[in-house]
C-alpha cells in the first residue's frame, strides 16, 4: 500500500509529446558481467557486481529500497541468486534485450491510437531486476522511474506475445496522473488502478489469454479465484476502504498470506473495471475522478458480490 501511496504522490503531468522517450537500456551489462565472472567465488561475484553493473543504475540497485523485508545480506544472496540462475533464461534473455528498443515503439504506436492524448516517459530502463519486476513504475530517488526487468520478462512471458503487458504498463503510466487524488484511501484505488489497466489491455488485445494478461501467476491465479469468486468477492468488499499493508499484500502481492488466491486483486479489479466499461469506453474509464471511480468500484463490488455464484 505504501508503494502505491508513493508512486501515485511523485507522478507529474508529462509535457508536450515532443520525442520520443531517452531508453537506457543496461540488460546486456549483465549478460557481458556474468560471462566475466560466474566462475569466480560467490562473494567476489557479488562484490564485482556492485561495482560493474550496480553502478549503471545504483538508486535502483541499492539494498535500502528493500530495508523493510530483506537485509542487506539477503539482498547480496538475491544478486547472487540471480547470477547463478542466468544460464537457464540466458538465450531468450539476451533476444529480449536486444530487440527491446526496436519493439517499443510498436507497442507505444498502437496505445496511442486508442489514447491519442498519452505522452510518453522521458526515461525507461531495462535491466536485469534480480527477480523483482517484469516491468511497472517504482519511485527511485524520490522520483518515478518506468523500469522494465528483461529477467522477469522471461519468467513470467516466455516468449509469448508481450502486446498485453506493454499496453498495460503503458496505460499505468498515461493513467496514474489522472488518479493521483486517490492516494492513501484504502485499497480499493489499487483495485480500480490495476483492475482498469487489465482490462484496457484485455480489450486492446482481445485474444490475450490469462498468462498474457498477467492473471496466471501465480500458480493459475485467475482460475483458482473464479472457484472461490463468492468467497473472494465478499473478502474484498469488506477490505475495500483497509488501508494496511497486509491486506495489500494479501490481495495484490506474492507475499500475501491468506487462505485466497495470492494477487487475486488484480482479477477482481479487473471483473469491476469490466462490469464498468458495459456502459463506457475506454477513454471515459481512464478520464473518471477519484470520486467518481470510487462510487463504481464500490457499487460494482457489491453487485458482484450479490450475484456470485
Not at 505504501?2 to 504522490?9: E, I, P, T
Not at 549483465?30 to 543504475?57: G, L, Y
Not at 527511485?140 to 522494465?148: E, H, L, N, S, T
Request: glycine share 6%; hydrophobic share 45%; proline share 6%.
Amino acid at each position: 500500500m505504501r508503494f502505491l501511496s508513493c508512486v501515485l504522490a511523485v507522478v507529474l503531468s508529462m509535457p508536450a509529446f515532443a520525442a520520443p522517450p531517452r531508453l537506457h537500456n543496461g540488460a546486456l551489462a549483465f549478460v557481458d558481467f556474468w560471462d566475466a565472472n560466474h566462475d569466480r567465488p560467490p562473494a567476489e561475484q557479488v562484490a564485482r557486481f556492485k561495482t560493474a553493473v550496480a553502478s549503471t543504475f545504483p538508486a535502483f540497485y541499492k539494498a535500502e529500497r528493500f530495508q523493510s523485508f530483506l537485509t542487506p545480506a539477503q539482498y547480496d544472496e538475491r544478486i547472487f541468486t540471480a547470477l547463478r540462475e542466468f544460464p537457464a533464461i540466458r538465450t531468450e534473455y539476451v533476444r529480449k534485450a536486444q530487440r527491446f528498443g526496436a519493439e517499443l515503439p510498436g507497442y507505444m504506436a498502437s496505445f496511442q491510437a486508442v489514447f491519442p492524448d498519452f505522452q510518453p516517459p522521458d526515461d525507461i530502463y531495462v535491466l536485469h531486476s534480480l527477480g523483482e519486476m517484469d516491468g511497472g513504475m517504482r519511485v527511485i530517488d524520490g522520483k518515478p522511474a518506468f523500469i522494465f526487468g528483461i529477467d522477469r520478462m522471461v519468467t513470467v512471458h516466455g516468449n509469448g506475445d508481450e502486446s498485453a503487458f506493454f499496453h498495460h504498463e503503458l496505460f499505468h503510466h498515461y493513467h496514474l496522473p489522472r488518479v493521483q487524488e486517490c492516494a492513501g484511501r484504502g485499497v480499493w484505488p489499487a483495485l480500480w488502478i490495476e483492475g482498469l489497466a487489465t482490462y484496457v489491455s484485455k480489450t486492446m488485445n482481445p485474444a490475450a489469454n490469462d498468462k498474457e494478461l498477467l492473471l496466471a501467476l501465480p500458480d493459475d491465479m485467475a482460475t483458482r479465484t473464479r472457484a472461490v469468486l463468492p468467497a473472494a468477492l465478499a473478502q474484498l468488499e469488506s477490505a475495500l476502504d483497509k488501508d494496511d499493508e497486509q491486506t495489500y499484500a494479501d490481495l495484490f502481492l506474492m507475499r500475501g498470506s491468506d487462505a485466497l488466491p495470492r494477487r487475486r486483486g488484480y482479477y477482481l479489479g479487473y471483473l469491476v473495471a469490466q462490469e464498468a466499461g458495459r456502459n463506457r469506453d475506454l477513454r471515459q474509464l481512464a478520464a473518471m475522478t477519484c470520486a467518481e471511480a470510487k462510487a463504481v468500484v464500490f457499487s460494482t463490488v457489491h453487485t458482484l458480490r450479490a450475484t456470485a455464484r
